[in-house]
């Protein structure tokens, strides 16, 4: 897992409590979630574009119509796409019943559906930031069928 703004937070709660990320999203899944849907440089991104995230289904259609400026900057598209996973983990959350964060044994957050099924939303956000595909948007409708 390469989420460069936790590793601080990430040692301090592992030298607490000696369970890293999984234990944090065990013992405060509410203040995890809540740095999860930070995403500061998406939300740049989108402010310069005009768009304010709300971290509602209709904020991932308007991402994804965004001009991909960012693809000029191969430094940037790694944590960019890091941050459109994250983002879209939070629009799933904070809106299919049941959706939670999970923590997989390698340390990679994903979404688990109330009917089981796991996503990987970083891949996806990273995938989108570097191709356009898949569109968040699409990511998202596919998750609220289950």
Do not use: K
Not at 61 to 78: H, S
Not at 81 to 97: C, E, H, K, M, Q
Not at 112 to 125: A, K, P, T, Y
Request: hydrophobic share 40%.
């Amino acid at each position: 897992m390469n989420i460069p703004f936790l590793a601080h937070w990430l040692n301090r709660h592992e030298t607490e409590q000696g369970a890293g990320l999984g234990g944090a999203l065990a013992d405060d899944p509410e203040g995890v979630a809540e740095l999860f849907s930070e995403c500061e440089m998406l939300r740049s991104q989108a402010r310069a574009a005009g768009l304010e995230l709300d971290q509602t289904p209709a904020s991932l259609e308007a991402l994804d119509q965004l001009m991909p400026r960012w693809r000029r900057d191969p430094e940037a598209v790694p944590w960019l796409g890091n941050d459109a996973g994250f983002y879209l983990g939070t629009v799933i959350v904070r809106s299919i019943p049941g959706a939670v964060w999970r923590i997989w044994p390698n340390g990679q957050p994903v979404i688990r559906l109330l009917s089981g099924r796991e996503l990987n939303v970083v891949e996806s956000g990273v995938s989108w930031a570097m191709t356009g595909s898949p569109e968040l948007s699409q990511a998202y409708a596919e998750a609220s069928e289950g």
